[in-house]
């Protein structure tokens, strides 16, 4: 009960703690690229998950990458949508994601497919003299911007498109004439009126023509209906007020009518939304159909059970993905991770090691899971299978904290400092109020916050400490002129950074 109560306590602190840089709530970053093709200096906004609580313990994931047009009137939504459906308590609904959003500078060229004079009642002529830009505008994209972005982040194969309106117009742009770009496009109320209906006759023609396999995509749009209209009268209607969602019907019928094209489809009209509201619920829809697969569904007993269970459905439930996505996906080193050391800190062993083992098979370049691993060996006695661990994490990375457990096993010296060396380490830290402190007694840290157990800080490297009988757990000292002035807690979860609030030496 110490290891759970303590376990919740650094659980709650990092849920403080990772929402906030420097009282600031951050979100992403601004990057740019130079494009040739369109002759201008480009911006982009690009969210990376995980990015502030990046710890160097884990091996670098990687992620699938939303491409989204009008890039700054959607990317805090867009961003949150994905951060709440990839991070429901392990049941997540589709994965984590890169987001770059790409703000406009000429919206009308680069959105538009072809060249027009006006088009009434929707475009006049003050539009005609940049229309038509759309394909240069993919092919930035294709040819420039995604390059930049794989050659900057940590990205995998699978790519998304969305877009709304106009934004709409260049998603089907890009689907029928470069359906290989992206693995997913995502339509939002596209403006198919567009050059009286032309685009919307070639785009027809490309669903009846053209394969798409391997292809998704969600259409949804908005009731823009006058009133007293309704969807049943509208497609035989044929004033100019109705042009907009006549045309999508249009496409949602000639989407649904080509089953034989290879295109996964979904089309939604959303009676009670408007051309303005519905790209929120149009996306959080859209991110539930293409990732239909990606739930996992787990029960009381899943979590409860002793076994292998509980690994072995995220075995097999991350091959499925990795069959749908069309590379190999695994599941999550940190969440595996976090579910072994809570198993063995719980002492249900078989259930530990399955996590360990396939933190190995899937991780085998990352010193953390052989040390991980080495941990489930020390509490089971095994002592060869602990030090070739432990060895095998050296062997990777040199570390302080698997070179103490492997100098423990063998006999070695440990690490000892003076009760005056470790007066420096003494003080109160700051979770985003939540206070831990450490003191000196004897010639122990010993660390404890209000209401939850003390735990004994074991020398393990400079300025760094292993927690006596608590596996997966660490800390560091971040010091200046001999004082701390930060603590890390480095879990299982990730790594957290509280700051000194009160210097105190014994």
């Given at each position: ?318 091959k499925n993905i990795s069959r749908h996505l069309g590379y190999k996906v695994s599941p999550s080193e940190n969440m595996m991770n976090t579910f072994g050391y809570e198993a063995l800190n719980s002492k249900l062993y078989v259930k530990a090691e399955s996590f360990f083992k396939l933190n190995v098979a899937n991780y ?99 300025h760094e400490f292993s927690i006596r009988n608590l596996s997966g757990y660490k800390v560091r000292f971040e010091m200046e002129d001999g004082k701390p002035i930060a603590m890390y807690s480095i879990q299982p979860e990730g790594t957290f950074k509280a700051t000194t609030v009160n210097q105190k030496q014994k």
């Amino acid at each position: 009960m110490k290891t759970l109560s303590f376990s919740i306590l650094l659980l709650v602190i990092s849920l403080f703690t990772s929402a906030q840089t420097e009282n600031k709530i951050v979100i992403g970053k601004i990057d740019s690229v130079y494009s040739s093709i369109l002759n201008e200096e480009r911006k982009v906004w690009v969210y990376i998950p995980n990015a502030d609580t990046e710890n160097g313990i884990y091996a670098q994931q990687r992620y699938p990458v939303v491409y989204l047009l009008d890039g700054d009137a959607h990317f805090y939504s867009v961003v949150g949508m994905i951060q709440q459906l990839s991070q429901v308590n392990g049941n997540t609904i589709c994965p984590e994601m890169i987001v770059v959003g790409i703000p406009n500078t000429d919206r009308t060229r680069d959105l538009t497919p072809t060249h027009i004079e006006s088009d009434p009642p929707f475009m006049d002529s003050t539009f005609s003299v940049t229309t038509g830009g759309g394909e240069n505008f993919i092919s930035f994209i294709e040819k420039e911007l995604a390059p930049h972005i794989d050659s900057m982040f940590p990205t995998s194969p699978y790519k998304m498109l969305i877009g709304h309106s106009f934004g709409g117009l260049a998603v089907m742009h890009s689907l029928i004439n470069h359906p290989g770009l992206f693995n997913a496009y995502v339509c939002i109320d596209p403006s198919m009126w567009y050059d009286k209906m032309n685009f919307l006759k070639e785009t027809q023609k490309a669903l009846a023509n053209k394969k798409y396999d391997g292809v998704s995509l969600y259409l949804g749009y908005a009731n823009t209906m006058e009133d007293g209209m309704n969807v049943r009268h509208v497609i035989s209607d044929t004033s100019q007020s109705t042009a907009h969602i006549r045309s999508i019907i249009q496409l949602d019928r000639s989407l649904k009518e080509n089953t034989k094209n290879g295109l996964r489809y979904q089309g939604n009209y959303y009676e009670n939304d408007d051309h303005g509201s519905v790209p929120l619920i149009a996306e959080y829809d859209a991110l539930r159909f293409i990732f239909d697969f990606y739930r996992l569904k787990l029960s009381f007993e899943d979590w409860t059970d002793s076994t292998a269970r509980l690994a072995n459905k995220h075995e097999t439930h991350f091959k499925n993905i990795s069959r749908h996505l069309g590379y190999k996906v695994s599941p999550s080193e940190n969440m595996m991770n976090t579910f072994g050391y809570e198993a063995l800190n719980s002492k249900l062993y078989v259930k530990a090691e399955s996590f360990f083992k396939l933190n190995v098979a899937n991780y085998p370049e990352s010193y953390n899971v052989y040390d991980s691993y080495g941990d489930f060996f020390v509490a089971k006695g095994d002592t060869a299978n602990a030090v070739a661990n432990f060895e095998k994490a050296l062997a990777l990375k040199e570390n302080p904290f698997s070179r103490q457990k492997l100098n423990e096993l063998q006999g070695v010296t440990p690490l000892m400092l003076s009760v005056i060396e470790l007066q420096q380490y003494a003080g109160e830290f700051d979770f985003t109020g939540m206070v831990v402190k450490t003191y000196i007694t004897e010639d122990k840290v010993m660390m404890f916050a209000p209401g939850q157990p003390e735990y004994e800080l074991v020398p393990a490297g400079e300025h760094e400490f292993s927690i006596r009988n608590l596996s997966g757990y660490k800390v560091r000292f971040e010091m200046e002129d001999g004082k701390p002035i930060a603590m890390y807690s480095i879990q299982p979860e990730g790594t957290f950074k509280a700051t000194t609030v009160n210097q105190k030496q014994k």
